[in-house]
């Protein structure tokens, strides 16, 4: 793993904010996009919410947005590739690194968060504590690499522990939501209820938003774009 890293150190990192090139997004956002290098949160909501499907896009989305490799942690073996490279994260950016038990995974984070080669470090865990997560925090801070975290549980137990607070800059819940109805038979764009629950100098907010397309952005569904500003993010998304 760390030489397939060091391929990448050089210089310092990026540390501006990661736009969703989304007005109703970035105007929102402290910065006008993502911090970088520092510890975001995602949750999954809705129906087989433990599983996290419409979150790990999402945040594959965001990882793709970002340059160099992705080290993804995790301890369950569901994590399907080609639905990644669906998000824009190709699989030959990924590196893995699977622990036996999930107690392994914040250490493994913490410790790919130090490699400065590294675009974002991915983490799959259900406990992350006030003290775990402001070491993560830290870490994030001191190399710029972006942490995004995913939380997943089985048990209801386990559900409630996402609640809890954590030193994230930012909390994030989505959920999928009915996609437009086609004009012949046919599947068309996922919808994402996309929930800032907590941000850093920024209100709560609710989006409904089109998943990640191949480049990993998002976009606002076109019977939903009917306010100006909405209008003039599709534009420049198609431009």
Known sequence: MRLQIARYEGGPQ????????????DNHLPGGGLARGALHEMIEAGLASEFAGSTTLFTAGIAARLKGPVLWCLNRRDLFAPGLLRAGLHPDR????????????LPLIEEGLREKGLAAVVGEVTRMSLIA??????????????ALIIRRWWTLAEKDLVHLPTAAVTRWRIAPTPSELMPVPGLGRERWQVELLRCRGAEPRTWILEACDAKGRLALPADLADRSDQAADRRAAAS
């Open 14 to 25: 990026n540390t501006t904010p990661l736009p969703f090139s989304l007005r109703a997004l």
């Open 94 to 105: 990924v590196i893995y690194a699977e622990a036996e038990r999930e107690r392994e995974i």
């Open 133 to 146: 997560s402001r070491r993560l925090q830290l870490a994030a801070e001191a190399t710029g690499v972006t």
